[in-house]
Structures are given as structure tokens and as C-alpha cells.
């Protein structure tokens, strides 16, 4: 056998080989994060860390696309339910699409930073020097969230239908002990203190405020549909910071393969318990880093269709690891055109001061290319649980968001003088490999390629599973 280094290998069922008809198209299928075996593939170890204009900026965004979604519910759109997976967290278009929002949403920030204890939150955020997890993230939102909901549908109606929602005696009192609730005081300190006592001791004080702010919200929606409502009120949250990641990484979809044809749990998880194939293919390698030239989409002019073409792919190893990568949020906001990070994300209302964490940004190239391993390395980051799987991973990622939605790009083609052989799993039937030999049989005619053919079987001398070349070359 050649040089194992020179070859990468593929696990496939039979059944999906001939239903999606990969070998007659000589096809490679992309997954999304959601279609792969493991529940943490699309995880981010999304940390935030700044100064106060950073963590003010957050609050600045969590506020206008909650006034965002709050103004197409019940003003633009009444009927259209909101889509929770397209939340508006890249803003660029989203201003141009509503000039109307930018004098209402002035009201709204500045309403919303008026109690003392809200507008010190950032700066003791900042203060702490501490790397806030999304799970306290979505701590803090939680319970800032009912009165930023209050004040958006209060600014909205007085401003723009010139509706008094204070005239309402028990509404008034409800907004005014949110706004000067005694609780956003020691909200960050319960957050930064890591005792749980203490967050469950916080949560019980605002308990008697949410269950109040329930009631009105109740009252004010009385008899409507209650999807949108229910996001709106209580759910914001945690789809905000779920949509949110799109703005640090774009989509990405990934291809498989092994480093190894002798790994028995991949035969069983991957070919079906050995009643699948071992596609081989051989690899290039050009400055210490392994490519497969693949026919995929190509998205680099957004004035241009997407198209095919031919491109050497990088072969990236995974690493495992039970601690995943950090990602700083502020410093890793890549989705996003540069006007917006300096004009919206980095800076005070105003635009008259700058958060230090566009020191970042100043050198792009060396940001990019910073920006752009830190991708691969969460990517390409799993648990030690999958150790065995010796995986190797080629990743297409989104440059014109969002490509990849379409299943078509997702799929690439390989040339046929790069597949070097075929494995048989030793339950595979002889009618099964007549078929996939003569699939390949007509490629090599058009081709001239001469892609090998070989039986696994288990070896008593090496105790371990090797090949042999398949006795069914006789019967073509």
C-alpha cells in the first residue's frame, strides 16, 4: 500500500450511495451542524469582555432589535409571524429599511439608560475585567428585559399614535417599579460573584415584579394571538443571543473523512456496520498543510451568481479537546461591514467616543487572518468522546450570507483520477458490489482512471482490519 499520509477516507452506507446517486455524479455532501451526529457542532464558546462603551453597545443592539421585531409585530406586519431564526442582528439594512426608527429609537435608549443602576450596569460590567459566558449573558437580559419591553411599547405608541399608556393607573405603577427596581444593583454583583445562592436570592426578589409585568402584558394583549407576544415578552432572549452568533461567524457546512480504513466504530456508526463502502482518495500536500481539489460553489463578487469551480480545499484535523476555543464577541464581530462596528457597536450613542476594542480591528490583515483561525479552530474543536473517530474535516463556509442555505452548494464534486479505491465492509453483497463496480467501471471508460477495488476483513497475524483485493473483478 501507498503512503497512508497521501490518502484521506470516506465511510458510506450503501443505501445512501445509490438513493442520492453519489458515485454516478461523483458527489461529496456538506452537512450543516444541525444534520451531524454531534449536538455541541454548531456550539461558540462566546465570551464578552471590554470596556463600557463595548458592554454598553450590546445593550444599545439588544435594544434596537427588540424595537425592531416590537415595530414590524405590531405596527408593519400584524399578521406575520415572527421568524425566530431571522432575528435583525446585522442592522446595516435593517436602519436603511426603517429611517422611522432612528428618532424613536433615540427616545427609547435614552429612557431605558435613566435609572442610575441600568446606566452603572456596563460600567461595572467593564470594570470586573471578567469574561462573561452567554449563560450569564442571558442572565443579565432576563432581567433587564421586561422593562426594556415596557419602555419600547410605551415610547412607540406616545411617539407614534400618540397613545398615553400612563393614563392606565395600575400600568403606570407597574413601569415605575421596574424602572427603580432596588434589584439592578446587585444584578451584576450576583452575576460576577459565581455563587448560585446568590442568583437564586436575586431571581426571587424579581419574581414579584415579573409576575406583575405578566399581568399587564396579559391585560394589554388580551384575546390576540399570542406567538408573537410570547416571543416578544418572555422568549427575546435567548433567541436574541442565538441569532446573535451569526455576526461573528457566517454559516458553515462541513465534509468528514478519516484518517484510517481500520477504524472499526466508524464502519459501524458511518457504513452501516460494515454493510457500506471505504471511499480512499488521494490527497495533495503543499507546505505542510493536505488539499482535495473539489468542484464547489464560489460566492466571492455579491454581484456576481454563485458558481462551480474547481478549488484545492483545505484537509483540517480535528482537534479534541473538552475545553472549546474562546471567542471574544467584541473583538470577532466579522459579520458585520466596518462602518457599522465604529458607528453602532464600539461606540457611545453620540459617536463622540470609541471603545478600545476597535484597537483590534486596525491592523486588518492581521485581525483576518486571526479572525479566520480562530473559525477553523472552533469548527474543528470536539470532545475527547469522539477521539476515536481519527476525523479529518474539509469546511465550505459562507462568504455572501447565506448561501449554504441551498442545498445545491452544499454539494461538491470530486474528479474521478482522485479517487484512488473502494472498500468493501465485509457484509456488503456481492450483487451491491457488482453495482458500485460498475458504476465506477463507466467513469473509468470515459476517464481512463483505474480506481482499485478491495474486501476488509480482520487479520488473526496483525489483529486488525486489512485489505485484499475484491474477488468480483471476475464477473465484470
Same mark, same amino acid.
Given at each position: 500500500?501507498?503512503?497512508?499520509m ?10 445512501k ?44 443592539? &439588544?435594544?434596537?432589535?427588540? !424595537? %425592531?421585531?416590537?415595530?414590524? @409585530? #405590531? ?5 406575520? =409571524?415572527? *421568524? ?9 439594512s ?59 411599547d ?24 421596574l424602572? &427603580?427596581?432596588?434589584?439592578? !444593583? %446587585?444584578?451584576?454583583?450576583? @452575576? #460576577? ?5 446568590? =442568583?437564586? *436570592? ?38 436574541y ?21 481500520q ?79 465604529e ?77 484512488d ?37 480482520y ?18
Amino acid at each position: 500500500m501507498q503512503n497512508e499520509m497521501n490518502h484521506i477516507y470516506r465511510y458510506r452506507s450503501i443505501d445512501k450511495l445509490f438513493e442520492y446517486k453519489e458515485l454516478e455524479n461523483l458527489e461529496i455532501y456538506f452537512a450543516k451542524p444541525d444534520e451531524l451526529n454531534d449536538q455541541m457542532e454548531d456550539y461558540m464558546n462566546i465570551v464578552w469582555q471590554g470596556d463600557e462603551i463595548a458592554f454598553r453597545g450590546l445593550f444599545k443592539h &439588544y435594544l434596537y432589535t427588540l !424595537s %425592531s421585531v416590537y415595530y414590524d @409585530t #405590531n405596527f408593519r406586519n400584524r399578521k406575520q =409571524k415572527i *421568524d425566530i431564526d431571522y432575528f435583525p442582528v446585522f442592522l446595516a439594512s435593517d436602519i436603511n429599511n426603517k429611517p422611522e426608527m432612528q428618532s424613536t429609537f433615540k427616545s427609547i435608549y435614552h429612557e431605558f439608560f435613566n435609572p442610575i443602576d441600568i446606566a452603572n450596569i456596563p460600567s461595572e460590567m467593564a470594570l470586573s475585567n471578567k469574561k462573561y459566558s452567554i449563560d450569564e449573558i442571558l442572565f443579565i437580559l432576563k432581567h433587564l428585559h421586561p422593562y426594556a419591553y415596557l419602555v419600547i411599547d410605551s415610547i412607540f405608541k406616545k411617539l407614534d399614535y400618540g397613545i398615553d399608556v400612563f393614563k392606565d393607573k395600575e400600568h403606570k405603577e407597574i413601569y415605575e417599579e421596574l424602572k &427603580y427596581s432596588k434589584q439592578y !444593583s %446587585s444584578l451584576i454583583k450576583a @452575576t #460576577n460573584s459565581g455563587e448560585q445562592a446568590e =442568583k437564586v *436570592d436575586l431571581i426571587c426578589k424579581f419574581e414579584r415584579e415579573r409576575k406583575l409585568t405578566k399581568a399587564i402584558l396579559n391585560n394589554m394583549h388580551k384575546d390576540k394571538d399570542t406567538y408573537n407576544i410570547s416571543i416578544l415578552n418572555f422568549d427575546f432572549p435567548e433567541i436574541y443571543l442565538k441569532n446573535i452568533k451569526k455576526i461573528l461567524y457566517n454559516n458553515f457546512c462541513v465534509a468528514c473523512f478519516s484518517n484510517s480504513y481500520q477504524n472499526e466504530p466508524m464502519w459501524s456508526n458511518y457504513a452501516d456496520c460494515e454493510n457500506g463502502i471505504c471511499l480512499k482518495y488521494k490527497i495533495k500536500t503543499e507546505n505542510n498543510k493536505k488539499y482535495l481539489s473539489l468542484n464547489s460553489a464560489c460566492n466571492d463578487n455579491p454581484n456576481e451568481e454563485i458558481y462551480k469551480k474547481f478549488n484545492n480545499l483545505e484537509i483540517l484535523n480535528v482537534n479534541y479537546s473538552n475545553e472549546y476555543p474562546e471567542i471574544n464577541f467584541f473583538t470577532s464581530l466579522g459579520g458585520l461591514p466596518k462602518k457599522i462596528i465604529e458607528e453602532f457597536w464600539l461606540c457611545n450613542y453620540d459617536r463622540t467616543k470609541f471603545s478600545t476594542c476597535l484597537d483590534y480591528y486596525k491592523n486588518h490583515n492581521e485581525w483576518y487572518f486571526n479572525y479566520h483561525k480562530k473559525a477553523r479552530e472552533y469548527i474543528c474543536t470536539k470532545s475527547k468522546n469522539w477521539e476515536y473517530e481519527q476525523e479529518q474535516r474539509i469546511i465550505l463556509r459562507d462568504l455572501l450570507y447565506p448561501a449554504y442555505e441551498n442545498k445545491e452548494y452544499r454539494i461538491a464534486n470530486y474528479d474521478i483520477r482522485d479517487l484512488d479505491a473502494i472498500i468493501f465492509g465485509r457484509k456488503v453483497s456481492t450483487e451491491d458490489k457488482r453495482k458500485v463496480i460498475e458504476i465506477i467501471n463507466k467513469h473509468y471508460s470515459k476517464s481512463g482512471t483505474n480506481v482499485k477495488f478491495y474486501d476488509l476483513y480482520y487479520s488473526t497475524i496483525t489483529n486488525k482490519l486489512e485489505l485484499k483485493p475484491c474477488g468480483e473483478y471476475i464477473y465484470l
